[in-house]
């Protein structure tokens, strides 16, 4: 993992978290936060987002707040070409470099959840879902911005090959829309680690830093 962004996921032993999409439970204390997020495509400001990770013995349990007073949802139809047209954020895992498979998680902030499995380069698999009762996600907008808070069993990430010795390769990003001066919304893309690529791209090894789970 040398060079490699690391993020370590502390631990809430016999805790549980329950989310309720606000972020007001007072264990997200105990987590480290990372506001390391930047485009290096664009040079527009990013607004602030916040990442916070938390683990128990059966979830790990993630936050992000992302501040934007300009919030864009394309709500025309519940159907993926929306969801992927709308401010939100990204989750991505992996298994290996090889990106065959990863699994993607892009929610946006009322929350609809776009989750499919993907196989290097760009082969998506959009009736792939995670499982159900495997993962809960909760959302809140509030003047500010918005709030994910997004509960995963670790027997799904180790069931999906994800959860190795305490590490979890995991791509964190933003995906932000903004109006151009023709009237499109254009996207910003923001992500924690810079995958040194001309255009924006997310779905290559380079773009994925590390959730190391730490135990007390």
Not at 59 to 82: A, C, G, H, P
Not at 129 to 140: A, F, G, M, Q
Request: charged letters at 25%.
């Amino acid at each position: 993992m040398i060079g490699e962004k690391i993020y370590k996921v502390a631990e809430i032993p016999n805790s549980t978290l329950f989310i309720t999409g606000k972020g007001d439970n007072a264990l997200w204390n105990k987590a480290e936060l990372l506001t390391d997020f930047n485009s290096p495509w664009d040079n527009k400001k990013i607004n602030t987002i916040e990442f916070r990770a938390l683990h128990n013995s059966d979830y790990l349990y993630v936050y992000f707040k992302v501040f934007d007073s300009n919030i864009y949802i394309d709500s025309e139809r519940n159907e993926v070409e929306n969801m992927a047209n709308s401010d939100r954020v990204e989750l991505f895992f992996k298994i290996d470099n090889k990106l065959s498979p990863y699994y993607c998680l892009e929610i946006d902030p009322t929350p609809r959840i776009l989750d499919f499995k993907a196989n290097f380069y760009r082969n998506f698999d959009y009736h792939w879902n995670w499982p159900k009762d495997e993962i809960l996600v909760k959302s809140s907008v509030e003047n500010e911005g918005f709030i994910v808070e997004i509960a995963l069993s670790k027997a799904s990430l180790l069931n999906l090959g994800l959860l190795n010795n305490n590490i979890i390769q995991t791509g964190i990003y933003r995906a932000k829309y903004n109006h151009t001066n023709k009237g499109v919304m254009k996207p910003t893309w923001i992500s924690w680690v810079d995958p040194n690529t001309e255009e924006p791209d997310f779905h290559i090894a380079s773009s994925f830093g590390v959730l190391e789970l730490l135990s007390k």
